[in-house]
């Protein structure tokens, strides 16, 4: 099966930049995804890294590396509004979507 | 602009009914998953499907089944509720090609079984 190991909390201030890694243990892998998921809301799509290496949307980065079963998402230029919790997924060949546990944003003025 | 909808926000049932969760989806994907999500436990998958009638199990299927008789629907049932299925079910369909994943969330139903 899959298996995925983040960080339950993280806390920082605005402005700052955070990073949550996203460790994970599958057969058949194809891809890691990232998602946030406001308090009542459903997850929305960040990002998606098939290959090694970084992604960057915006203030939102992704990176992956394969070979270590690692991947990050970092989070620059924190506004209150990123305050939510954050998913790693994992893709596998077989067309399941795992997810992890979560981790919780707080992001303090 | 993309939408996945679910039939109800909030349900409350009895232990041993039929429960059925509605979920559409209108941007023609060809993969539907339901999840289950529950406190500190993150998004579980029970069911998915990769095309119209195809069904698979997910990591927590005991006690639901599925059917996707059209590709834009695909239900969850609950054959007999129980409290321990208490909880917010988020319906999400794909995109997917060999570069890219996006699953889609529907709003999400709050089920109650007393």
């Known amino acids: 099966g899959q298996s995925l190991e983040q960080p339950s909390e993280v806390t920082a201030v605005e402005g700052a930049i955070v990073q949550i890694n996203c460790t994970y243990q599958?057969?058949?892998?194809?891809?890691l995804s990232w998602y946030q998921q406001h308090d009542g809301g459903a997850p929305t799509f960040l990002s998606y890294?098939?290959?090694?290496g970084l992604e960057e949307t915006g203030r939102f980065s992704s990176f992956h590396s394969r070979s270590d079963s690692y991947g990050y998402l970092l989070l620059q230029e924190l506004q209150m509004k990123d305050s939510a919790s954050y998913f790693c997924?994992?893709?596998?060949?077989?067309?399941?979507?795992?997810f992890g546990d979560g981790t919780t944003l707080t992001v303090k003025p | 602009d993309v939408k996945v909808t679910q039939s109800s926000r909030y349900l409350v049932k009895r232990t041993g009914e039929k429960v059925f969760l509605e979920c559409v989806q209108d941007?023609?994907?060809?993969?539907m998953f339901w999840y289950r999500q529950d406190p500190g436990l993150g998004l579980r998958l029970i069911y998915f499907?990769?095309?119209?009638?195809?069904?698979e199990k997910g990591d927590i299927p005991e006690g639901y089944s599925v059917s996707r008789e059209k590709k834009e629907r695909f239900s969850l049932i609950l054959e007999s509720a129980s409290t321990n299925q208490t909880s917010m079910y988020l319906c999400?369909?794909?995109?997917?090609?060999?570069?890219?994943?996006?699953?889609?969330f529907g709003s999400g139903t709050q089920l109650s079984v007393l």
């Open positions: 999400a369909s794909s995109f997917w090609d060999s570069t890219n994943e996006k699953l889609f």
């Open positions: 599958t057969s058949g892998f194809y891809g």
């Open positions: 890294n098939a290959l090694d």
């Open positions: 997924a994992v893709r596998t060949n077989a067309g399941k979507s795992t």
């Open positions: 941007m023609d994907h060809e993969n």
């Open positions: 499907s990769y095309d119209v009638k195809m069904k």
